[in-house]
T-cell receptor
Framework: NAGVTQTPKFQVLKTGQSMTLQCAQDMNHEYMSWYRQDPGMGLRLIHYSVGAGITDQGEVPNGYNVSRSTTEDFPLRLLSAAPSQTSVYFC??????????????FGAGSRLTVL | AQSVTQLGSHVSVSEGALVLLRCNYSSSVPPYLFWYVQYPNQGLQLLLKYTSAATLVKGINGFEAEFKKSETSFHLTKPSAHMSDAAEYFCAVSDAGSTLGRLYFGRGTQLTVWP
């Protein structure tokens, strides 16, 4: 089925370990983004991309890196995991060409625990 | 900068009762506004959006929202709650004048529907 696919669904890390959360979409969407969801905090934007080779920071970028080498993929890298990065991570994409009116298609989420 | 305030982190209603979820926004330019719903262990799905056309917006599952510029509000309503409406609801704002299309989410309102 077409949509946004995130892997893994669950991950447990130790402090200081690195890992990559994968995100892939098969809808040829230009816009992709990563959010983290924490209880009582809603969703906060980490990084986003408006096309291959173009990325920018959101509200809470510290501790995360991204790249966009293809239209389909937008991985999120944690270089040295910290307990504060325990969260549920959502990837979302959009093809809406009316800037500002993005209707996002969300993945199912990746639950990360950092011990 | 844009921001969204959702009044009430938890709302409980009886089945068949009116649902009212409150959202106020802050934006220096005309905004685009959205309501998303999140069912347990899933990603977010779009309920409805306002993009400066009609001020009363109808969405899926019988929900609607009214944009009131004078009150900077975009409250979500449904005349008669159903058990299947139990979920978390997020209001979001985007800057209509932006070429970036970033969404800023509220902290969410958990809706409980009692039989």
């Amino acid at each position: 089925n077409a949509g946004v696919t995130q892997t893994p669904k669950f991950q447990v890390l130790k402090t200081g370990q690195s890992m990559t959360l994968q995100c892939a979409q098969d809808m040829n969407h230009e816009y992709m983004s990563w959010y983290r969801q924490d209880p009582g905090m809603g969703l906060r934007l980490i990084h986003y991309s408006v096309g291959a080779g173009i990325t920018d920071q959101g509200e809470v970028p510290n501790g995360y890196n991204v790249s966009r080498s293809t239209t389909e993929d937008f991985p999120l890298r944690l270089l040295s995991a910290a307990p504060s990065q325990t969260s549920v991570y959502f990837c979302a994409s959009s093809s809406d060409r009316v800037w500002g009116a993005n209707v996002l298609t969300f993945g199912a989420g990746s639950r990360l625990t950092v011990l | 900068a844009q921001s969204v305030t959702q009044l009430g982190s938890h709302v409980s209603v009886s089945e068949g009762a009116l649902v009212l979820l409150r959202c106020n926004y802050s934006s220096s330019v005309p905004p685009y506004l959205f309501w998303y719903v999140q069912y347990p262990n899933q990603g977010l799905q779009l309920l409805l959006k306002y993009t400066s056309a009609a001020t009363l917006v109808k969405g899926i599952n019988g929900f609607e929202a009214e944009f009131k510029k004078s009150e900077t509000s975009f409250h979500l309503t449904k005349p008669s709650a159903h058990m299947s409406d139990a979920a978390e609801y997020f209001c979001a704002v985007s800057d209509a004048g932006s070429t970036l299309g970033r969404l800023y989410f509220g902290r969410g309102t958990q809706l409980t529907v009692w039989p």
